[in-house]
């Protein structure tokens, strides 16, 4: 009879690369504060003459140069339409309710928020074997909507310019990397 202390694996070479990946993001990756608007996308876009309805609700503890205001919900709707050469319109426009330090009054803000309008251009799609990602890029403007007396909105029309790459590391696993610049 034969002792057997180590019996030989057979690697597989992309997985142990993908976990690497992700090992490497987990331990290089850094503490990101941002207060809206950072928002997140992916680089596709609706298919022409479609329509595509989001709804998300986001509720926050703002940071301590917000005082007296402590928390915000944001519920917000995004409309997006679907046009020709992989572009997208969207629209959306949030309901906001602020809410204050036990001492301040008013207690609490609630109305819509300054609307955005945006424009997504899907100017690079990933393609299967290939190491290239996708890429996408959207310009937004925001219109002051929001009451700035309760201090819903900017009263400052805002506009900024995204950038947006992603790689499908598996079939389940993707990454999306956003970058962004406010212009004013």
Request: glycine share 8%; aromatic share 12%; hydrophobic share 40%.
């Amino acid at each position: 009879s034969q002792l057997v202390c180590f019996r030989p694996v057979a690697w597989d070479v992309p997985r142990v690369r993908n976990c690497l990946r992700v090992l490497l993001l987990a331990v290089f990756g850094v503490l990101v504060r941002a207060q809206q608007p950072f928002y997140t996308d992916d680089p596709a876009v609706t298919e022409p003459g479609r329509l595509h309805f989001e709804f998300f609700n986001e509720f926050d503890a703002l940071q301590a140069p917000q005082y007296p205001n402590l928390r915000q919900n944001t519920a917000n709707y995004k409309l997006n339409v679907g046009l020709p050469d992989h572009l997208e319109i969207d629209l959306d426009s949030p309901y906001l309710t602020i809410f204050r330090d036990l001492g301040n009054l008013p207690r609490s803000s609630a109305g819509i928020g300054d609307t955005n309008l945006g424009l997504k251009w899907n100017f690079h799609q990933e393609a299967p074997g290939s190491r290239v990602p996708a890429f996408g890029v959207s310009l937004y403007l925001e219109f002051p909507t929001g009451d700035t007396n309760d201090q819903l909105g900017s009263g400052l029309i805002d506009y900024w310019l995204n950038g947006i790459a992603q790689k499908h590391l598996t079939d389940k696993i993707r990454l999306t990397v956003n970058t962004g610049v406010v212009f004013a």
